[in-house]
């Protein structure tokens, strides 16, 4: 591509960003919220997630389809389900929440400094639903969440949101001990500038991407349209990443395989409905703001908040990865680090 069509391609997606909605005043935070509540219902409402230019709001229902699309889409399987993980929980704290030192095991070099405000209620990934790829990582029916804190398996992705402070701290691998929390990264993003992480860096997802604004939630399938991009894993991604991702997650560098921050987008013509409400917002969702790839993991995989009002998302299977197409957002690609 020249620099010209580079360009024109990034004004068209300056031009795509979508009308902000406008939202209620934020109500007083003096306790932790945990997802799947009403009252954080009105936090969410009120909270805006990255600036509405930012690339995760932006409209891209009319950016072109990406020249390689047709290949990239079959090799994640144009004949496969979309389908879900009930796995990305989360809590709320209020600004003077306590913070704690976390203990860091692994990625300490690609880590932000804490301490953070981590309540005792922090809930961990997949509790308390149990529908994830990695059925031993499921929370099992009667398990409390301090068990779940403590000996859980899987990922373990825990974050926690701090409107107050404009903050989003994403822990992966995070685990409560007797000697406090510890986790093998944690990534802080500020919810009101949506800088990127450094480039190279990875984050609680492969891709160096935050996780929470990705999410599926209820109160935004209530009001009819999932409003943000959304997140997908694919089982062999390419040894490339291309922003606002910041990190690769593969060895693998066949053209045709996806990049960690490739952007698909529900095709315009695919019929929503006949799809219960819940299902149809997150599908309107995804015409309009598409989905990052974001991890390795099984193919055409959405998260989504482990939330039982939430009802219907068993119909997303009828939609195909061949309904789904590859967008060239004219972002930069990268391919400088070793995969994680």
């Given at each position: 591509m020249t620099r010209r069509?580079?360009?024109?391609?990034?004004?068209?997606?300056?031009?795509?960003?979508?009308?902000?909605?406008?939202?209620?005043?934020?109500?007083?935070?003096?306790?932790?919220?945990?997802?799947?509540?009403?009252?954080?219902?009105?936090?969410?409402?009120?909270?805006?997630?990255?600036?509405?230019?930012?690339?995760?709001?932006?409209?891209?229902?009319?950016?072109?389809?990406?020249?390689?699309?047709?290949?990239?889409?079959?090799?994640?399987?144009?004949?496969?389900?979309?389908?879900?993980?009930?796995?990305?929980?989360?809590?709320?704290?209020?600004?003077?929440?306590?913070?704690?030192?976390?203990?860091?095991?692994?990625?300490?070099?690609?880590?932000?400094?804490?301490?953070?405000?981590?309540?005792?209620?922090?809930?961990?990934?997949?509790?308390?639903?149990?529908?994830?790829?990695?059925?031993?990582?499921?929370?099992?029916?009667?398990?409390?969440?301090?068990?779940?804190?403590?000996?859980?398996?899987?990922?373990?992705?825990?974050?926690?949101?701090?409107?107050?402070?404009?903050?989003?701290?994403?822990?992966?691998?995070?685990?409560?001990?007797?000697?406090?929390?510890?986790?093998?990264?944690?990534?802080?993003?500020?919810?009101?500038?949506?800088?990127?992480?450094?480039e190279g860096w990875t984050s609680s997802d492969a891709a160096g991407l935050p996780v929470f604004p990705a999410t599926v939630r209820y109160d935004e399938c209530e009001r009819g349209v999932v409003e943000h991009a959304m997140r997908v894993t694919v089982r062999r991604s390419r040894r490339a990443y291309v922003l606002p991702a910041t990190h690769f997650a593969s060895r693998l560098t066949d053209p045709d395989l996806p990049r960690m921050g490739e952007r698909l987008r529900l095709r315009r013509d695919f019929d929503t409905s006949g799809f219960p409400p819940h299902a149809r917002a997150i599908l309107e969702g995804l015409k309009k703001y598409g989905m990052f790839v974001a991890d390795n993991g099984q193919d055409w995989l959405m998260s989504i908040s482990p939330d039982a009002r939430l009802k219907g998302l068993e119909t997303l299977k009828r939609a195909k990865g061949s309904d789904f197409e590859v967008v060239e957002t004219g972002a930069r690609s990268g391919s400088e680090r070793p995969a994680k």
């Amino acid at each position: 591509m020249t620099r010209r069509g580079a360009l024109i391609l990034v004004g068209i997606a300056l031009l795509a960003v979508a009308a902000p909605r406008r939202r209620p005043a934020m109500p007083k935070i003096t306790q932790p919220v945990l997802f799947g509540t009403p009252e954080a219902d009105r936090i969410l409402a009120a909270l805006q997630v990255f600036p509405p230019d930012d690339p995760w709001n932006q409209d891209i229902s009319t950016l072109p389809v990406h020249a390689d699309s047709a290949r990239i889409i079959a090799s994640i399987g144009a004949g496969k389900s979309l389908g879900y993980n009930l796995d990305m929980n989360f809590v709320i704290v209020p600004p003077n929440q306590k913070r704690i030192p976390v203990k860091m095991l692994q990625y300490l070099a690609e880590s932000d400094p804490g301490p953070f405000p981590v309540p005792d209620n922090a809930p961990i990934e997949n509790w308390p639903l149990a529908v994830n790829e990695d059925i031993k990582a499921v929370a099992r029916p009667g398990r409390t969440l301090d068990d779940i804190q403590r000996h859980g398996r899987g990922d373990r992705h825990m974050l926690v949101v701090d409107p107050g402070n404009g903050k989003l701290h994403e822990f992966y691998a995070a685990r409560k001990t007797d000697a406090g929390w510890e986790a093998s990264n944690v990534a802080t993003f500020d919810l009101r500038t949506g800088a990127l992480r450094p480039e190279g860096w990875t984050s609680s997802d492969a891709a160096g991407l935050p996780v929470f604004p990705a999410t599926v939630r209820y109160d935004e399938c209530e009001r009819g349209v999932v409003e943000h991009a959304m997140r997908v894993t694919v089982r062999r991604s390419r040894r490339a990443y291309v922003l606002p991702a910041t990190h690769f997650a593969s060895r693998l560098t066949d053209p045709d395989l996806p990049r960690m921050g490739e952007r698909l987008r529900l095709r315009r013509d695919f019929d929503t409905s006949g799809f219960p409400p819940h299902a149809r917002a997150i599908l309107e969702g995804l015409k309009k703001y598409g989905m990052f790839v974001a991890d390795n993991g099984q193919d055409w995989l959405m998260s989504i908040s482990p939330d039982a009002r939430l009802k219907g998302l068993e119909t997303l299977k009828r939609a195909k990865g061949s309904d789904f197409e590859v967008v060239e957002t004219g972002a930069r690609s990268g391919s400088e680090r070793p995969a994680k």
